[in-house]
């Protein structure tokens, strides 16, 4: 079983930023990639950024490119998410996610590839 605890989120005003962090734990941790997810009130959950946990290439979903830069410390099993240029949109519960160990499909920018996830951080940016 694989454990994703996430942490960093706060309340920031809009032009700020923020970093969120996802430490992954478990028995045999091997995902190929982790992504990061949001949920805003009322809304469906929608992918933020994913990266490869070998090589480190990235995949950003258009409304954050130039802002949101993800990254990862293979050594300490941990992904993150650095949030600049923040606007009120981007407030919604961040989460981050990996695949079964075994799946290979890149870029992978939809939730039902993934089965790991996180509880959520809250992410609230004020105007």
């Known amino acids: 079983q694989v454990q994703l605890v996430e942490s960093g989120g706060g309340l920031v005003q809009a032009g700020g930023s923020l970093r969120v962090s996802c430490a992954a734990s478990g028995r045999t941790f091997s995902a190929y990639a982790m992504g990061w997810f949001r949920q805003a009130p009322g809304k469906e959950r929608e992918f933020v950024a994913a990266i490869r946990w070998s090589g480190g290439s990235t995949y950003y979903t258009d409304s954050v490119k130039g802002r949101f830069t993800i990254s990862r410390d293979n050594a300490k099993n941990t992904m993150y998410l650095q949030m600049n240029s923040l606007k009120p949109e981007d407030t919604a519960v961040y989460y981050c996610?990996?695949?079964?160990?075994?799946?290979?499909?890149?870029?992978?920018?939809?939730?039902?590839?993934?089965?790991?996830w996180g509880q959520g951080t809250q992410v609230t940016v004020s105007s």
């Open positions: 996610a990996a695949p079964k160990a075994g799946s290979t499909w890149w870029p992978p920018a939809a939730s039902h590839l993934y089965h790991y």
